[in-house]
T-cell receptor, first 114, second 111 residues
Framework: SAVISQKPSRDICQRGTSLTIQCQVD?????MFWYRQQPGQSLTLIAT?????????ESGFVIDKFPISRPNLTFSTLTVSNMSPEDSSIYLC???????????FGPGTRLTVT | LAKTTQPISMDSYEGQEVNITCSHN???????ITWYQQFPSQGPRFIIQ???TKVTNEVASLFIPADRKSSTLSLPRVSLSDTAVYYC????????????FGRGTSLIVHP
């Protein structure tokens, strides 16, 4: 298994500002993902964080709005840029280990944009 | 990508067996089927994963018919603490793993 921590756990931000969310894993992982989850809704995949290269974004998400870094096998950041109230959500980091497709999730970052 | 369809909600009572079925008609040859459980204010938690036939672990069983177009998560003797949202996930498509969650099934266990 993997232990995943996210920082911050929650934040309240003003529109137009940016927030960077950190995801730290206690072991080397193969894949890292970023999700968004609105209250009462399912998880929406934002992107796959690729080590040492640009992230792979899903439809509807772009690098200018959600820049992602993954400098090594245990750490990634997601930035929510130029925030608006519609960006208010829970952001979750997820990883897989080895060759398994079993995913482990972080506790999430609850973002509120005012 | 294989799209999944699950019932939006289910109700059960303590001690009963609960079966949640997920439909994935477009599942590809390389796709695995994975189920997750999510409690409020927490990230999803892995329950079970399978490719075909039956898989059992300490918390659940997963039944997959030969055509693999559906799967059933079986929770034996549920308790109140099993009240959660359950997601069926079908991954690996075209060589890339793109873990896309469906809408999930909200299970409520009553006393």
């Amino acid at each position: 298994s993997a232990v995943i921590s996210q920082k911050p756990s929650r934040d309240i931000c003003q529109r137009g500002t940016s927030l960077t969310i950190q995801c730290q894993v206690d072991s080397q992982v193969t894949m890292m993902f970023w999700y968004r989850q609105q209250p009462g809704q399912s998880l929406t995949l934002i992107a796959t964080a690729n080590q040492g290269s640009e992230a792979t974004y899903e439809s509807g998400f772009v690098i200018d709005k959600f820049p992602i870094s993954r400098p090594n096998l245990t750490f990634s950041t997601l930035t929510v840029s130029n925030m608006s109230p519609e960006d208010s959500s829970i952001y979750l980091c997820s990883v897989t280990l080895g060759v398994s497709y079993e995913q482990y999730f972080g506790p999430g970052t609850r973002l509120t944009v005012t | 990508l294989a799209k999944t369809t699950q019932p939006i909600s289910m109700d059960s009572y303590e001690g009963q067996e609960v079966n949640i079925t997920c439909s994935h008609n477009n599942i590809a040859t390389n796709d695995y089927i994975t189920w997750y459980q999510q409690f409020p204010s927490q990230g999803p938690r892995f329950i079970i994963q399978g490719y075909k036939t039956k898989v059992t672990n300490e918390v659940a069983s997963l039944f997959i018919p030969a055509d693999r177009k559906s799967s059933t998560l079986s929770l034996p003797r549920v308790s109140l603490s099993d009240t959660a949202v359950y997601y069926c996930l079908v991954g690996v498509s075209g060589g890339s793993y793109i873990p896309t969650f469906g809408r999930g099934t909200s299970l409520i266990v009553h006393p």
